[in-house]
């Protein structure tokens, strides 16, 4: 480490964070004088847009020699993404879950997610498995337009286009500005996301720590502020289908696009630690299981459950922290979370669910955006 190391850290983050932001506002705008929906370009534009930051880190770090840095990223931002970001917005206020997303989309996300536990299991995603995690983004993203282009609902419709409908009028000024705000984010992205992979290796070979667990942790969180942001301003504004939605097609596209990209442009594919296998991806497979059973009663996730997918992200940082530094309390710290959290957890869940298949559904306050 050097005393640059920990400004180009934070350096690094902010730019990641500006640039997503400026690349999302000129595609969202160029969109909009071509005439695509607002509904589309959140379901697509905007949900991929804010894991563009994943997608580059991932990139860089493959083609810098740090396999474990971009598959902690990916691992970790689906984890981060659903406990820590459906957590914060919960607390602020019930998310509403669209009937599609319980239907279609978190059933797509734990197909993903063991379809990638599946071809870990020999240590490695080849490029074979790469190309064919490419083929079903695009699969994926032709589905969400076509599904999109027969949405009936108005107030989804209105919701989706008081966030993304700005008018732009459609002149070439316009296109040529636009198209700058692109390039400017975009190599934002790549300017940011070198500092933040070279400052991140950097601190892990200091600490002592493994790149994998900086990218699980530091890296993961880092380059998912932009979800973070985009949902706890849609929550908080009321536009509790956007929250969900985005942090749901962000962790498909993390899985299909990010890592895709990155083991089927990586000459030999994506090496992953035995350590991801036996314990990060069961913990990222059961985030995307656990979050069918709290969607479905009542398409609505509580403060209660917000609270607790918090309380789970904090064990899981805890868990990290301790077996990084091989602390003495590890052993302890598991019991406790395998015998008495996680049982006190589904019993709890259990007693939440029952009652609302049979009454009808857990319901909504009514925000004022409604």
């Keep these: 480490m050097t005393w640059m190391t920990i400004p180009s850290l934070v350096l690094g983050l902010g730019v990641l964070v500006v640039g997503a932001e400026i690349l999302v506002k000129g595609a969202s705008r160029i969109a909009l004088m071509f005439g695509i929906s607002p509904l589309i370009i959140g379901l697509t ?38 406990l820590l970001i459906l957590g914060v917005c919960a607390t602020i206020t019930p998310l509403v879950v669209a009937q599609q997303l319980i239907r279609l989309d978190v059933p797509i996300l734990i197909a993903v997610s063991a379809l990638l536990m599946f071809f870990a299991q020999d240590g490695r995603v080849n490029r074979l498995d790469g190309s064919i995690f490419v083929l079903g983004a695009i699969l994926y993203t032709t589905f969400l ?26 002149t070439g000024q316009q296109i040529i500005r636009q198209a700058a705000y692109i390039g400017a984010g975009m190599g934002l992205l790549i300017l940011g996301s070198r500092w933040l992979v070279e400052s991140s290796v950097d601190i892990a070979r200091a600490l002592g720590i493994s790149e994998l667990v900086i990218g699980l942790t530091l890296v993961s969180l880092g380059t998912s502020l932009p979800e973070l942001a985009t949902s706890v301003v849609a929550s908080y504004r009321g536009e509790r289908d956007i929250a969900v939605g985005n942090v749901v097609g962000s962790n498909i596209f993390n899985i299909l696009a990010v890592l895709g990209f990155a083991a089927s442009l990586s000459p030999t594919g994506l090496a992953i630690a035995p350590a991801v296998i036996k314990f990060d991806l069961p913990v990222m497979f059961a985030v995307a299981v656990i979050c069918l059973p709290v969607f479905l009663t009542g398409r609505l996730i509580s403060r209660w459950e917000g609270i607790l997918f918090l309380g789970y992200y904090f064990s899981y940082a805890t868990y990290l922290v301790l077996s990084a530094t091989s602390n003495e309390n590890l052993s302890l710290f598991t019991d406790i979370i395998l015998f008495i959290v996680i049982p006190a957890t589904a019993i709890a869940l259990g007693l939440s669910i029952i009652p609302n298949l049979f009454k009808g559904t857990k319901t909504a306050p009514k925000s004022d955006s409604d």
Excluded: C, H, M, W
Aim: charged share 20%; no cysteine.
């Design 45 to 82: 534009i905007v949900a991929y847009g804010t894991s563009a930051p994943e997608l580059v880190v991932s990139l860089q770090a493959v083609f810098a020699g740090q396999a474990d840095i971009s598959i902690g990223n990916v691992v970790g931002s689906n984890i981060f993404n659903i």
């Design 145 to 170: 337009i076509f599904q999109s282009r027969r949405e009936k609902n108005p107030e989804i419709a209105e919701e989706y286009a008081q966030e993304f409908g700005e008018p732009v009028p459609k």
